[in-house]
């Protein structure tokens, strides 16, 4: 079981940009895909990106392609994700997760560990 916590949520301005931080311990993160997903307001969480064990291969969904960016440190055990261009639809809480899955995967049931979340607020 590996253990997460998220941080640099916020309130940002359309159009402006927020990097959040995932800090894993427990099981080893370097051997872990991870991912981020979020919560709109009223809806179901929702795949966001995910990222293989070495960072040299990632996924995006649709609505963020080209405005988020995944990434990793895996020498200091953290997950980032950097939203540029941000809208007001990217309101929601930030969730990221570790999966034992070999390749990135967007499905919410593949990973086994999960973080409190994060509150990302973009205003209009």
């Known amino acids: 079981q590996v253990q997460l916590v998220e941080s640099g949520g916020g309130l940002v301005q359309a159009g402006g940009s927020l990097r959040l931080s995932c800090a894993a311990s427990?099981?080893?993160?370097?051997?872990?895909?991870m991912g981020w997903f979020r919560r709109l307001p009223g809806k179901e969480r929702e795949f966001v990106a995910a990222?293989?064990?070495?960072?040299?291969?990632?996924i995006y969904a649709d609505s963020v392609k080209g405005r988020f960016t995944i990434s990793r440190g895996n020498a200091k055990n953290t997950l980032y994700l950097q939203m540029n261009s941000l809208k007001p639809e990217d309101t929601a809480v930030y969730y990221c997760?570790?999966?034992?899955?070999?390749?990135?995967?967007?499905?919410?049931?593949?990973?086994?560990?999960w973080g409190q979340g994060t509150q990302v607020t973009v205003s209009s």
């Open positions: 997760a570790a999966s034992s899955k070999l390749i990135p995967t967007q499905s919410g049931p593949d990973f086994g560990s």
């Open positions: 427990g099981r080893t993160f370097s051997s872990l895909v």
């Open positions: 990222i293989n064990w070495s960072g040299t291969s990632t």
